[in-house]
């Protein structure tokens, strides 16, 4: 399966956007989908995954009331939509696959392009 991220740009502390992430190749219906990060000079880190159904969803503490994530199997697509943002939400969001585990992993075997978030104080 092949994933392209998009929606990143330029937003002011508090704003908003929505990330996209458009897979083809594959149904993503099979597949565990999320979303990793990854700010200037630090590891990738975790921000949420949904499983295959849309029916469960995890997300790290730091976006945790601000983030959610969600899919629609039919358009072959998952989204980010992140309000609140903040300064330190500044990264590179990738979004990942997994058709083996029940979420995604850092081992995950699938992963888009990134797509550049920039938030301004």
């Known amino acids: 399966v092949q994933l392209q991220a998009s929606g990143g740009g330029l937003v002011q502390a508090g704003g908003y956007l929505r990330l996209s992430c458009a897979a083809s190749?594959?149904?993503?219906?099979?597949?565990?989908m999320g979303w990793f990060r990854q700010a200037p000079g630090k590891e990738r880190e975790f921000v949420a995954t949904?499983?295959?159904?849309?029916?469960?969803?995890l997300y790290a503490d730091s976006v945790k009331g601000r983030f959610t994530i969600s899919r629609d199997n039919a358009k072959n697509t998952v989204y980010l939509q992140m309000n609140s943002l903040k300064p330190e939400d500044t990264a590179v969001y990738y979004c990942?696959?997994?058709?083996?585990?029940?979420?995604?992993?850092?081992?995950?075997?699938?992963w888009g392009q990134g797509t550049q978030v920039t938030v301004s104080s």
């Open positions: 990942a696959a997994d058709p083996r585990r029940f979420v995604v992993t850092a081992e995950s075997d699938y």
């Open positions: 190749g594959r149904t993503i219906s099979t597949y565990a």
């Open positions: 949904i499983v295959r159904s849309g029916g469960g969803s």
